[in-house]
């Protein structure tokens, strides 16, 4: 980046984001939105905790296949000394916490209303990033994040006429939601030393520490449940969780952390969508309403200002 010395400019515009770094969110968007029925279709055999432990522990398994041949290679470094607070910090709240929470929040509430509830953490990683990370707080951004939670809570009134939120679970979400908000600010600095692969890996194995404890829980409710749950919980593990937090660290290296997580406005828009081609539910008007003012919001937190 360079200023311009034709115009004599002071202003350093951010280059575009390349190909990859689009592809990488897309990817995201649609595995977390697929996490949400997933959860709710194994919810009945996996209890909230045990759930947690076996997603992280199959995404340790498969992205420890990428990962570890990185670190043994020769001049591969790790981490050291206080380098670890910050991946220990989002490995417990994020891999940790955020999932047994959603995971008990989706035993009250269906996947679309928890993935509406949700959608508060872009709203608040935009003000933790505006503050925190000395991003500010563009207009466009403002602008297109009210104009996307606009749209999320058009689908929220569609999804209220189905279903009724239970308290409980609506706590759980928005404690969910803090505990992801305040993981992605922590996690931006450590993008800066580690690639994407290795500071997803880092975290989700501090995670599955913490959730040790459910080990027994998981091994004889692995017994008891049917094939399908436990091949949901194998895609779990896999897709939005070793792949999907893949992607988003990457794309967070790449992306101001206020802009990246506007784009998970998209999710519940997806989610409905997902439920209705896999679960056979039908979106209402509503949904399809507030899904489409959501991918105009997203759009419009991409705009510079001049």
């Known amino acids: 980046m360079a200023t311009t010395a034709q115009t004599g400019s002071p202003q350093i515009r951010p280059a575009r984001i390349s190909k990859l770094g689009i592809a990488a969110v897309v990817a995201t968007v649609v595995l977390w939105a697929s996490a949400f029925v997933g959860i709710r279709a194994v919810g009945p055999s996996f209890s909230p905790g045990s759930l947690t432990l076996g997603r992280l522990?199959?995404?340790?398994?498969?992205?420890?296949?990428?990962?570890l041949p990185q670190l043994?290679?020769?001049?591969?470094?790790?981490?050291q000394g206080r380098e670890w607070w910050p991946i220990l910090a989002y490995g417990v709240m994020w891999f940790g916490?955020?999932?047994?929470?959603?995971?008990?929040?989706?035993?009250?509430?269906?996947?679309g209303t928890a993935a509406l509830l949700i959608n508060v953490n872009p709203i608040l990683v935009a003000i933790m990033a505006g503050v925190i990370l000395k991003e500010g707080f563009p207009r466009w951004l403002i602008i297109g994040s009210l104009v996307a939670f606009g749209g999320v809570a058009v689908i929220a009134l569609g999804s209220g006429q189905r279903s009724t939120a239970d308290v409980a679970g609506v706590l759980l979400c928005l404690?969910?939601?803090?505990?992801?908000?305040?993981?992605?600010i922590?996690?931006?600095?450590?993008l800066r030393k580690l690639p994407a692969a290795q500071a997803t890996w880092f975290g989700i194995l501090v995670g599955a520490v913490c959730c040790l404890p459910f080990s027994g829980q998981l091994a004889a409710e692995l017994q008891a449940a049917p094939l399908p749950a436990t091949l949901g919980l194998v895609y779990l593990g896999v897709f939005p969780t070793a792949i999907a937090f893949t992607t988003w660290a990457y794309a967070l290296s790449l992306i101001d952390a206020g802009r990246l997580a506007a784009?998970?406005?998209?999710?519940?828009?997806?989610?409905?969508?997902?439920?209705?081609l896999v679960l056979g539910e039908i979106p209402t008007v509503w949904g399809l309403v507030g899904g489409a003012i959501c991918l105009v919001g997203v759009g419009l937190t991409r705009r510079r200002s001049r």
């Open 57 to 67: 522990g199959i995404a340790a398994v498969v992205l420890g296949l990428v990962v």
């Open 72 to 79: 043994l290679r020769k001049g591969a470094s790790l981490p």
């Open 97 to 111: 916490g955020y999932n047994v929470a959603l995971n008990a929040a989706e035993h009250l509430l269906d996947a």
């Open 175 to 184: 404690l969910a939601a803090a505990l992801a908000a305040v993981s992605v």
């Open 186 to 190: 922590v996690q931006k600095p450590v």
């Open 263 to 276: 784009t998970t406005y998209l999710v519940p828009g997806t989610t409905i969508l997902i439920s209705w």
